[in-house]
């Protein structure tokens, strides 16, 4: 099945730092989404991005698709950014999600 | 919209009983998945419906597992005899076509 790899694994920022996450995956797909979940828990769904840019707020992702990978930035990071951030992928022809291993992201005062 | 409701938040049952849970999805979303998360992975795919029909069942979902979604509203997930490893939060998401996903609270099972 298809691999989706995230990167870095941890991030450790300051308040105020600029961040760039990074997704990998091995084969083409029709549906990419970023997601945060947040110490609590919940999934919260940032950026339906199959290709292209989108921006809101202080993040931006970008799809490139015939590279097979993702960027997901967030700009002055603030300490409600903490948590972990998933990319998720679907292959054309199957409905399912599938989730990286995600990045772990800490952002102290 | 009241987002996707999840319910219990929490349930603990022995080894061997049968637990349910119920997922609220967005009401005019027709696509329902459940996923199962353990600690430190990504969620994993379980069963997805299009408005009734269940069309998509990952190996995962064993033959203890069953999921309905009646007249294409709410969901159910049973798992019979559940087992230690069964010990996870359990995830309902809802979309409608290819959008993105909305994701509940979860349901957080423990077995002991």
């Known amino acids: 099945g298809i691999q989706v790899e995230q990167s870095p694994p941890d991030l450790i920022l300051q308040e105020g730092a600029n961040s760039t996450l990074r997704c990998n995956f091995s084969?083409?797909?029709?549906?990419l989404q970023w997601f945060h979940q947040n110490p609590w828990g919940q999934l919260i769904n940032l950026f339906y991005?199959?290709?292209g840019t989108k921006q809101n707020g202080r993040l931006s992702a970008t799809t490139v698709a015939t590279e097979r990978y993702s960027l997901l930035y967030i700009s002055s990071s603030q300490t409600t950014d903490s948590g972990v951030y998933f990319c998720?992928?679907?292959?054309?022809?199957?409905?399912?999600?599938?989730f990286g291993t995600g990045t772990r992201l800490l952002v102290s005062p | 919209d009241t987002g996707v409701s999840q319910d219990p938040r929490h349930k603990i049952t022995k080894r061997g009983q049968n637990v349910t849970f119920r997922c609220d999805p967005i009401?005019?979303?027709?696509?329902l998945y459940w996923y199962r998360q353990t600690l430190g992975q990504g969620p994993e795919f379980l069963t997805y419906?299009?408005?009734?029909?269940?069309?998509?069942k990952s190996r995962l979902l064993s033959d203890r597992f069953s999921a309905e979604r009646p007249k294409g509203s709410f969901s159910t997930l049973e798992i019979q005899r559940t087992e230690q490893g069964d010990s996870a939060m359990y995830l309902c998401?809802?979309?409608?076509?290819?959008?993105?996903?909305?994701f509940g609270s979860g349901t957080r099972l423990t077995v002991v």
């Open positions: 991005i199959p290709s």
């Open positions: 419906f299009q408005n009734e029909a269940q069309l998509e």
């Open positions: 084969d083409s797909v029709n549906n």
């Open positions: 998401a809802s979309s409608f076509s290819r959008r993105g996903y909305t």
């Open positions: 998720a992928v679907r292959n054309t022809g199957f409905q399912k999600l599938v």
């Open positions: 009401s005019e979303h027709n696509r």
